[in-house]
């Protein structure tokens, strides 16, 4: 059973377009995030999540938006894309008790913004 | 901003050999913990080090840390060609916990067979 999984994989569009990338969990953890690592492998924190409720957004333009209808589940939708949102976007989710330990990563969407 | 930062960038060894790699961050931290990303795949969790550790073992996997140094490392012994990926550190910051744990860049490693 896969425990954080995102659809779609792939997903090329072009600029301008809207697009939405859905996640979902069945650890039963409270806590969500969004990431995006770019062409440099660099990791970056978009948004966290805990019980539904937005605790962390790292200063991503609101072009961005994500929604969790409930702790299960975590989208992002794009509006406007541009050449550089070109990147892979990972899922995660942790334990929210105490706020510490490990992560469990999905599998990555690649958007690719022609 | 990026917190831990992991070094060399780049690493091949040959098989068998013992692979290290090392990791900076800025400031206090709740612990720090190290990923595996396999080419195309999400991060998988190593290993997780608490503040008031200095030296935690899992299997071929060793972790250092330094507080006063603020770094960290991880060895990884008697490599095998399974062991290519690139690795993360991810320091818990002290303020924020898991909720904004940071990467870096990763250290890609190679396994020579």
């Not at chain 2, 612990?31 to 030296?55: A, K």
């Not at chain 2, 690139?86 to 818990?92: G, K, L, T, V």
Request: hydrophobic residues 30%; positive net charge; aromatic residues 8%.
């Amino acid at each position: 059973d896969t425990a954080v999984s995102q659809t779609p994989k792939y997903l090329v569009t072009q600029m301008g377009n809207d697009k939405s990338i859905k996640c979902e969990q069945n650890l039963g953890h409270d806590t969500m995030y969004w990431y995006k690592q770019d062409s440099k492998k660099f990791l970056k924190i978009m948004f966290s999540y805990n019980n539904k409720e937005l605790i962390i957004n790292e200063t991503v333009p609101n072009r961005f938006s994500p929604k969790s209808p409930d702790k299960a589940h975590l989208n992002l939708h794009i509006n406007s894309l541009e050449l550089g949102d070109s990147a892979v976007y990972f899922c995660a989710s942790s334990h929210g008790t105490g706020r510490t330990g490990e992560l469990f990563f999905g599998e990555g969407s690649r958007l690719t913004v022609l | 901003s990026q917190q831990g930062e992991e070094d060399p960038q780049a690493l091949s060894i040959q098989e068998g050999e013992n692979a290290t790699m090392n990791c900076s961050y800025k400031t206090s931290i709740n612990n720090l913990q190290w990923y595996r990303q396999n080419s195309g795949r999400g991060l998988v969790h190593l290993i997780l080090i608490r503040s008031n550790e200095r030296e935690k073992h899992s299997g071929r996997l060793r972790v250092t840390l330094d507080t006063s140094k603020k770094s960290s490392s991880l060895l990884i012994t008697a490599s095998r060609a399974a062991d290519t990926a690139s690795y993360f550190c991810a320091p818990e910051l002290s303020n924020f916990g898991n909720e904004k744990l940071t990467f870096g860049t990763g250290t890609r490693l190679t396994i020579i067979p």
